[in-house]
């Protein structure tokens, strides 16, 4: 099975910061690569697909990058609503396995 | 509009089985790969099943030979057949839609919460 490693598990930031998630994979997923937003009691959220693309409706503060093993997600701008969890998650093979996960907390 | 949503979940002896039902809407489950993610308490999101629209399955090994995914076009609706049920199951049960233009889960239902104690 292919691993995804994200860091950190949690940080603390304020509203206007920007930060960086990062999510390792165990091999190489190409750009098979998605994020997701889940806020507390809520289903999880599509934010970015094949690694840097927006999912619609998405705002701009969002963005990925990466190939291979190594991917980011960036959130510049960082706006109240954006205090969360996120999830990356490899699509290249089953089974789709994802990130431990990333909790976002106001500082 | 696209909506999913589960019900089924309820609490379950050890050893039980239960099935889970995601009703779609504004789309037809045979025309997406559907997926199965769960979410344990406190924790994080794990995948447990796929069905493709050509009918292949796909599980994770943790539920491997004890859950069933199957759909039925006529109710638009996806299953998920549980059987002998363990603690480790209990989690929140999200059916979740494939776009199909990317691999990527685009519309999620809201969960149902299954709880296997004694």
């Known amino acids: 099975d292919i691993q995804m490693t994200q860091s950190p598990s949690s940080l603390s930031a304020s509203v206007g910061d920007s930060l960086t998630i990062t999510c390792r994979a165990s091999?190489?997923?190409?750009?098979?690569l998605n994020w997701y937003q889940q806020k507390p009691g809520k289903a999880p959220k599509l934010l970015i697909f094949?690694?840097?693309n927006l999912q619609g409706g998405v705002p701009s503060r969002f963005s990925g990058r990466g190939y291979g093993t190594d991917f980011t997600l960036t959130i510049t701008n960082l706006q109240p609503e954006d205090f969360a969890a996120y999830y990356c998650q490899q699509n290249h093979l089953i089974p789709f396995t994802f990130g431990q996960g990333t909790k976002l907390e106001i500082k | 509009e696209v909506q999913l949503v589960e019900s089924g979940g309820t609490l379950v002896q050890p050893g039980g089985s239960l099935r889970l039902a995601c009703a779609a809407s504004g789309f037809t489950v045979s025309s997406k790969n559907m997926n199965w993610v769960r979410q344990a308490p406190g924790k994080g999101l794990e995948w447990v099943s796929v069905i493709y629209t050509g009918g292949s399955t796909y599980y994770a090994d943790s539920v491997k030979g004890r859950f069933t995914i199957s759909r039925d076009t006529s109710k638009n609706t996806l299953y998920l057949q549980m059987n002998s049920l363990r603690g480790e199951d209990t989690a929140v049960y999200y059916c979740?839609?494939?776009?199909?233009?990317?691999?990527?889960?685009?519309?999620w239902g809201q969960g149902t919460l299954l709880t296997v104690s004694s």
């Open positions: 979740a839609r494939d776009s199909g233009d990317w691999p990527s889960f685009d519309y």
């Open positions: 091999q190489s997923i190409s750009n098979y």
């Open positions: 094949g690694a840097s």
